[in-house]
């Protein structure tokens, strides 16, 4: 009997032994993957530094005191300096870290206020445009200022047998000369007090619209000076 049990309990296995618990270690410099993170930290501070830094620092650059008209030589007069936050966009306009252009011409109309574009600028022999004097006897807007675009028309001279407010429709009707032109100066004739007296009108034409203007202005029949739709 007591051969029996002692068999019956040395066929019975021992219970298997628990595994050790893992045991979790701090991460020390010498972890590559705490190295990285801290690597990555610096980089974003840094970058978001930049940013900041960048996005509020400005640039002087030219502004118009006043309007610019082509063929206009550049006077020191003629800008002011102004603070600007374009970033890299800065790089088409006057900067005044560049120094002030020298006999520079203006090539293209400038408003008052714009930032001047490096491209607005050139020598006398990139000018495309002349300025003629156009007189006008009255019937003159208030939008024809300098720096306004207009349109110049040609009236012919009434018939003979015919008074000024009924001209014969077939010979009288206006006839387009120029459209799109730059005032570059309005003049009022010296010595005239009252409104609405006659002006000159300075107007910048092309090189080859110069024949059709000029025989107009110098002909019989009057030039009517038109504001495009929009002139400032």
Avoid: C, K, N
Avoid at 129 to 137: G, I, K, L
Avoid at 212 to 230: D, F, H, K, R, T
């Amino acid at each position: 009997m007591t051969t029996t049990l002692d068999r019956s309990h040395r066929d019975v296995p021992a219970a298997a032994a628990p595994p050790a618990a893992a045991r979790l270690r701090r991460p020390t410099w010498r972890d590559p993957r705490l190295l990285v993170g801290v690597v990555v930290v610096a980089l974003s501070v840094a970058l978001g530094s930049w940013a900041v830094s960048a996005a509020g620092r400005t640039e002087a650059v030219y502004a118009a005191a006043g309007v610019l008209t082509p063929g206009d030589v550049l006077g020191e007069d003629d800008l002011r300096t102004v603070e600007v936050r374009l970033g890299g966009g800065t790089q088409g306009y006057l900067l005044v870290s560049d120094g002030f252009p020298q006999d520079a011409v203006v090539l293209r109309t400038v408003h008052p206020g714009e930032l001047v574009p490096a491209t607005a600028l050139g020598a006398g022999e990139d000018l495309a445009v002349r300025a003629v004097a156009v007189p006008v006897a009255s019937g003159l807007s208030d939008r024809i200022v300098a720096g306004a675009d207009v349109d110049l028309w040609h009236v012919p001279p009434a018939p003979a047998g015919t008074t000024g407010a009924q001209p014969d429709a077939a010979a009288g009707e206006p006839v387009p000369l120029v459209q799109g032109v730059t005032v570059a100066q309005v003049d009022e004739e010296a010595g005239t007090f009252v409104a609405g007296g006659p002006v000159t009108v300075h107007v910048l034409v092309a090189e080859e619209d110069l024949p059709a203007v000029l025989a107009a202005v110098a002909g019989e029949g009057s030039i009517a000076v038109v504001p495009v739709g929009g002139a400032r």
